[in-house]
């Protein structure tokens, strides 16, 4: 079955950098669109990057900080995210559509703060 499994959240300071990964499997990865989103405490769940084959795309309210990076060899997509600011504050999920269906993960805590 489809599996996805985020990991590498965590506290960091303002400025800071981060790399999340999504290990994916159960589905054709090298062909399906994964996206990230984010959900802050009292927050809509928000869209932030997908990636396809070598296509990537980043909302505006992120774009030029993060960036969406897959390796098809190991099944994972990763979210890189620089200069990190307080108001990134969320849990982040990855998640694909697949069939007339979503999956998600079950998400990684990032928690940007001095």
């Known amino acids: 079955q489809v599996q996805l499994v985020e990991s590498g959240g965590g506290l960091v300071q303002p400025g800071g950098s981060l790399r999340l990964s999504c290990a994916a499997s159960?589905?054709?990865?090298?062909?399906?669109?994964v996206n990230w989103f984010r959900q802050a405490p009292g927050k809509e769940r928000e869209w932030v990057a997908y990636?396809?084959?070598?296509?990537?795309a980043t909302a505006d309210s992120v774009r030029d900080r993060f960036t969406a990076i897959r390796d098809n060899e190991k099944n994972t997509v990763y979210l890189q995210m620089n200069n990190l600011k307080p108001e990134d504050t969320a849990v982040y999920f990855c998640?694909?559509?697949?069939?007339?269906?979503?999956?998600w993960g079950q998400g990684t805590q990032v928690t940007v703060s001095s």
């Open positions: 990636t396809l084959r070598a296509v990537t």
């Open positions: 159960g589905f054709a990865f090298n062909n399906t669109l």
């Open positions: 998640n694909v559509h697949i069939a007339g269906r979503d999956y």
